[in-house]
């Protein structure tokens, strides 16, 4: 360690006299104007070690009196007259990327006279690190480093005339063009110090995914979500045997697509796909509907008793016709009468369901309007004598949907005991210890069930 500070140390020292001798020289060149002769300019040493980009170097030799210009693969860098005697050039490599690599130095005088000098400059070569498709666009998005200056780009032999390079050399986008092979085949991209390539199926980055069903209890007219990919130019939405053909609508992404949900779905497992304008199908997605073995409440027939006020329950932009609200700034409270649904008795679930708690979810459907943060949703049996929180976020991540969304809590998750249930369920905005206020709160929640895994 001793010897690596001496050494930079001596060599910042070192340059710090070249500049300082060259200023003197230079200034004393200026007061006694000379006739510029060239007979030679001969490099006594120059380190051959790869430089990086932006790095000063000292160049030293004779017959630099007339040195205007000095280039490193052909791209001029600033030279200050300041720092050139006959016997020193210092000057910096350029941090812009060159249109093309000679690994040369070159030195150009007054009289256009060039003298070329080996000399290598670190420039880095490009990296891929991801290749994606957005099918709304057409648009492939090639992500990496050094991507600069790029010569050509290509896609399983096929030539990509036209792209676009950001401006920190990180992201290239193009066009997808007729004639990409199908399968998997290589993105490639050549720079002036090398090339980069990635493997890329366009035809399974453009083909539609369905991953979820965002909410597994939607009225037939109400808005069904289906989260994926590549949901973008959908022609038909397959439901079980059931066609849907209008009434589509996309996010920016292409990762949900919004319908009317149509009449005559049967409850139970049903089978999506759907159909875009290429004839691309996506692979059937199996799920659930209105399923459940135990309602406890839908607020429609089976609903609360006593608690928040007629207020907290609204029909709009629900997906099954009342649903219950939290709304506004909720302080903490360990009692809050205006954000509680209580029952009074009620029905029991049966005895099969609580004996195997490890078959069963508890379920409800949930819209997070406005990012939430503080508080809990809390569930309980047996008037708070078996309960569960439900705190979805974290401190440094707030929570919230896009839409309906079904949520599955496993029921083996409460501890039954040998409790006899009572049917006096509550269901709460919690906020009981927590350390602020819940403010700018707005939760949908509906149907809240208990359903086989």
């Known amino acids: 360690m001793k010897k690596f500070i001496n050494n930079q140390y001596f060599a910042i020292t070192s340059l710090m006299f070249v500049f300082a001798t060259i200023f ?62 006959s ?29 070329e000098f080996d000399f290598t400059v670190n420039v880095p070569v490009p990296v891929i690190n991801n290749v994606s498709y957005t099918l709304s666009k057409n648009l492939v998005t090639v992500e990496g480093q050094y991507l600069a200056k790029a010569k050509e780009v290509s896609v399983g032999g096929i030539i990509i005339k036209d792209y676009t390079i950001s401006s920190d050399f990180k992201i290239i986008t193009f066009n997808a063009v007729a004639g990409i092979p199908a399968g998997d085949v290589d993105v490639i991209v050549t720079c002036p110090p090398g090339s980069a390539s990635s493997k890329f199926d366009l035809d399974k980055a453009s083909s539609p995914a369905i991953t979820e ?16 990919r590549n949901l973008a130019f959908i022609t038909t939405v397959f439901l079980n045997d059931i066609k849907v053909e209008s009434g589509f609508a996309y996010n920016s992404d292409n990762s949900i697509l919004q319908f009317p949900m149509p009449a005559n779905i049967p409850a139970g497992s049903i089978t999506v796909k759907v159909k875009n304008i290429f004839d691309k199908e996506s692979t059937p997605y199996v799920g659930k509907y209105k399923t459940s073995e135990f309602t406890i409440w839908n607020f429609d027939d089976l609903n609360y008793c006593w608690g928040a006020p007629g207020s907290h329950l609204v029909t709009t932009d629900g997906v099954s016709s009342k649903y219950a609200l939290w709304e506004g700034n909720i302080s903490p409270s360990w009692w809050d009468q205006n954000n509680m649904f209580c029952g009074c008795g009620g029905p029991i679930p049966p005895t099969s369901i609580t004996d195997n708690p490890s078959n069963y979810v508890l379920k409800f459907d949930v819209n997070v309007v406005n990012p939430w943060s503080v508080g809990s949703i809390r569930f309980s049996f047996n008037d708070d004598a078996i309960s569960y929180d439900w705190i979805p976020y974290t401190v440094d991540n707030p929570y919230q949907t896009q839409g309906w969304k079904t949520i599955s809590i496993p029921l083996s998750n409460w501890n039954f005991g040998t409790a006899t249930l009572t049917g006096n369920y509550r269901l709460k905005f919690f906020t009981g210890g927590a350390p602020s206020d819940a403010v700018d709160v707005k939760i949908y929640f509906d149907n809240l069930r208990i359903d086989t895994k």
């Open 213 to 228: 069903i965002s909410c597994e209890w939607v009225d037939a007219g109400k808005t069904m979500q289906l989260n994926g």
């Open 24 to 85: 003197f020289f230079s200034c004393d060149k200026q007061e006694v104007e000379k006739v510029p002769s060239v007979h030679s300019i001969i490099l006594s040493r120059i380190d051959t070690t790869i430089f990086p980009m932006g790095r000063y170097i000292d160049i030293n030799g004779n017959g630099f009196d007339d040195v205007q210009s000095v280039l490193f693969n052909n791209l001029a860098t600033y030279l200050n007259p300041n720092y050139v005697t």
């Open 87 to 115: 016997t020193h050039i210092v000057v910096q490599i350029p941090n812009d990327y060159p249109d093309e690599i000679t690994n040369k130095v070159t030195l150009m005088t007054r009289s256009k006279a060039s003298y």
